[in-house]
């Protein structure tokens, strides 16, 4: 007090409202600051009154009305699922129920993040962004024709295990824009993606960044080295997932090597708690599904258990998988019985030169 130049205090009025508990609280606070040299007035109105009069909120101010302009007050706040709409509307610079008339610009892109960050853990906000994206003219841009389109699970149809026919998921803004009213985001919001600097996912990253503007998402990048991006503990649950950004950040984009079978992907990226699941994606049923999976020896039962887990991947949707490259690898034709592996292993026994 002394430093803000109050050594002895000074006089404010706190208005608040006839609600539950308000009363006494303002009367506890009004004898705590006594104590400080403040002589505080209370100024208890009824609710009717004190939300009384003209609330137009930013950019036209916050009207006339006691709880939005009085010096000090105390207001009731109802639980809300998320902590979004408060942070947008009571403490960002200008929100339409800024009480307090803050401002902070380093507070407002954090509060844009985190908000962006609790959005996506809404199927309908992922589901809408995935719907955003034309992965046929991602897959022409950025290899020609040499790769296939995914469909948003690791299932790739190289794959004996992987059946068919799955609804292919495509680009649709309509119902895109749709989900994001639904799901509380007409105007969109903003989030940052962080990715790494490796072979497309750069191009990549902006691509998805220009296409979620189209259903109203503010996208930053941040695209950091391949060492930078990994960097960090990533010890895996039950310990959590470290700290470092591959499995962290609220969207992120991650290059993933082929595997021989879908098995370690399943077990390490989309089962619960599992060591590489950076979308810290839980659903029960799934588990249950891969379990099966893992231990079915028939094709038809991999195939049977694989097309239910597609299904729940797509109504979920954890993960966006736009496309599975192909794996290229130049050779001579002077070598004979070398093929190509994808995994970059190389086989010998039946390779000669001649």
């Given amino acids: 007090m002394a430093q803000a130049g109050h050594p002895r205090g000074f006089k404010i009025t706190l208005t608040t409202e006839k609600t539950g508990e308000i009363p006494q609280l303002a009367q506890i606070i009004q004898r705590s600051v006594k104590a400080l040299g403040i002589d505080m007035k209370l100024q208890i109105l ?29 207001t009731d706040w109802g639980h809300r699922a998320v902590p979004n709409v408060v942070l947008t509307a009571a403490f960002k610079s200008k929100g339409v129920w800024n009480a307090a008339h803050y401002s ?37 841009t950025l290899f020609d024709k040499y790769a296939d389109v995914g469909d948003d699970s690791n299932f790739a149809p190289i794959y004996p295990s ?17 989900l994001m009213a639904k799901a509380g985001h007409p105007r969109g919001f903003a989030i940052k993606l962080t990715t790494e600097k490796t072979g497309e996912i750069p191009q990549l990253a902006q691509i998805i960044q220009r296409s979620v503007k189209a ?34 950040a609220p969207m ?24 590489w699941n950076a979308a810290h994606y839980s659903n029960k049923k799934f588990d249950k599904l891969v379990t099966s999976f893992l231990g079915a020896i028939a094709l038809k039962d991999q195939q049977r258990y694989e097309k239910q887990m597609q299904t729940i991947l797509l109504h979920d949707t954890p993960v966006i998988v736009p496309y599975f ?5 130049a050779g001579s034709k002077k070598v004979k019985g070398y093929k190509a592996d994808a995994q970059g292993t190389v086989f010998l026994s039946h390779t000669s030169l001649g």
């Fill in 46 to 74: 009824t609710a009717a009154a004190y939300f009384a009069g003209t609330q137009d909120g930013a950019p036209l101010g916050w009207g006339n009305t006691p709880w939005l302009n009085a010096p000090m007050n105390i």
């Fill in 162 to 178: 992987t059946s068919k026919p799955i609804p292919q998921r495509k680009k649709d803004l309509k119902q895109a824009k749709q």
């Fill in 325 to 329: 490259y192909n794996f290229l690898a």
């Fill in 252 to 275: 992120n984009i991650t290059d993933w090597g082929h595997r021989a079978v879908p098995n370690v992907v399943l077990n390490s990226a989309f089962r619960s708690k599992g060591i």
């Fill in 104 to 140: 902070n610009k380093k507070f407002d892109r954090a509060a844009r993040s985190f908000s962006g960050a609790i959005s996506l853990k809404d199927r309908r906000v992922r589901q809408a962004i995935a719907l955003s994206l034309d992965r046929p003219a991602i897959v022409k």
């Fill in 215 to 248: 259903i109203g998402i503010n996208m930053t990048l941040d695209i950091l080295t391949a060492t930078a991006y990994f960097a960090g503990t990533q010890d895996g649950p039950p310990n959590g997932w470290g700290n470092t950004p591959w499995l962290n």
